[in-house]
């Protein structure tokens, strides 16, 4: 059972508010072990100050309904980007969390970063158009490469032209004059689905299969990133009966090289099928193309391979596949029976193997939520509270 005896302030409170882990006084007296009394001083300086609003009633547990407590509109948004190579996934949300308005748009992220962001910036603020009594409060920028934890520079990425050591947050909090942080495709993915599964499934892997795969973690309920930020980077991983293409990091039978969808584009590609990227492998798969059937259960059985390692040793209580590639069965397929075929029963008993519920936006949304959670976090929070006492 998680552990909420460390959020007994005012922002802890807001923060248990806010994820979903209660809803009324009662509720955060219990997980806290806070007296009723300094709960609802805290609630009090939250609804005071603009942070939580109460109304309504909630569901009775043998006396008088308690009212129901959430997260106050402030009329601000936040955005989410979630960057890929040619297309970029816009999401706006509201201080809660909820979405307000989503976008895909076509973009190159071979261009120079700062253009790259400018557009993003333009884009997001044509879309906020759409509300103008709200203000931008920040953006979650995803990237479809290693970001480094805590500096958030973008580390050796194999198709990102120049922005080799780029502060992407950075370049875009200038561009934009609100706050921004920068996050892994993968891992604000894997936030997102945790957000929109309705946080119930505290261990959790993700697999975001696209042109690239990867994997975002969440260990108890919380991001899991490692110590510089690369946790889940499992693209280079060797994949041991895979064959020995050259991978872009120059070495033979990486995981991407084998069994991302650049790898499957190349191979339909070389066998004359035209075929640009990763959504058209999964509509030739979709009308039952043989070449593209097989190659996706191989990459599939690969991934799995590399998934089945992680579930042994990290033991999740969920496996989400997501990304283009979890639009094509014969993947998915494949990925599941390497993880049932690997893993010891002990490992997969009770084990939820599926595809992506958040779909197309989970990792924007992802993006979007983290942003909330920096602006709304306890600490800062509380400087707020006491500023304004």
């Not at 601000?76 to 307000?100: I, K, Q, W």
């Not at 780029?166 to 997102?192: C, F, H, K, Q, Y």
């Not at 993700?206 to 889940?232: F, N």
């Not at 584009?265 to 004359?272: C, E, N, R, S, W």
Request: with cysteine; proline share 5%; net charge negative.
């Amino acid at each position: 059972m998680t552990d909420f005896s460390n959020l007994t302030s005012a922002g802890g409170i807001l923060t248990l508010v806010r994820d979903g882990y209660a809803s009324s006084r009662a509720e955060i007296s219990r997980l806290t072990g806070l007296a009723p009394s300094t709960v609802t001083l805290r609630i009090d300086e939250l609804i005071t100050h603009g942070y939580l609003t109460e109304s309504g009633e909630g569901r009775s547990r043998g006396g008088r309904r308690p009212r129901t407590l959430t997260v106050a509109d402030a009329q601000r948004y936040v955005a989410g980007v979630d960057l890929g190579a040619r297309h970029a996934t816009l999401v706006l949300c509201d201080t809660a969390g909820e979405p307000l308005a989503r976008k895909r748009i076509a973009t190159d992220i071979s261009r120079p970063p700062e253009a790259v962001l400018r557009g993003m910036h333009e884009e997001i603020l044509s879309m906020g158009a759409e509300f103008p009594e709200r203000e931008l409060a920040g953006i979650g920028l995803s990237l479809p490469g290693p970001v480094g934890s805590p500096d958030g520079r973008v580390i050796s990425p194999s198709r990102m032209p120049g922005w080799n050591g780029i502060d992407a947050a950075a370049i875009l909090r200038g561009i934009s004059g609100v706050p921004v942080i920068a996050e892994n495709d993968a891992n604000a993915m894997a936030w997102g689905e945790y957000v929109v599964g309705g946080r119930r499934s505290p261990y959790m892997i993700v697999v975001k299969a696209g042109s690239s795969i990867g994997v975002g973690i969440i260990a108890d309920g919380r991001l899991h990133r490692g110590a510089r930020g690369l946790a889940g980077d499992v693209s280079h991983t060797a994949v041991a009966d895979g064959p020995k293409t050259l991978c872009s990091c120059g070495r033979f039978g990486c995981l991407d090289a084998v069994a991302g969808g650049r790898a499957i584009v190349a191979a339909l590609a070389a066998d004359g099928l035209p075929v640009e990227d990763v959504s058209d492998v999964a509509e030739y798969a979709r009308d039952a193309h043989p070449l593209a059937a097989r190659l996706l259960r191989e990459a599939g059985l690969r991934t799995g391979a590399v998934v089945a390692t992680l579930v042994g040793f990290f033991n999740p209580d969920r496996v989400v596949i997501g990304g283009a590639l979890s639009a094509a069965e014969a993947f998915v397929a494949g990925v599941r029976s390497s993880v049932y075929d690997l893993c010891l029963p002990m490992s997969t008993s009770g084990l939820e193997l599926v595809e992506s519920t958040a779909g197309w936006e989970g990792g924007a949304r992802g993006a979007a939520v983290l942003m909330l959670a920096e602006l709304l976090d306890p600490a800062a929070v509380d400087r707020r509270v006491r500023e304004l006492r």
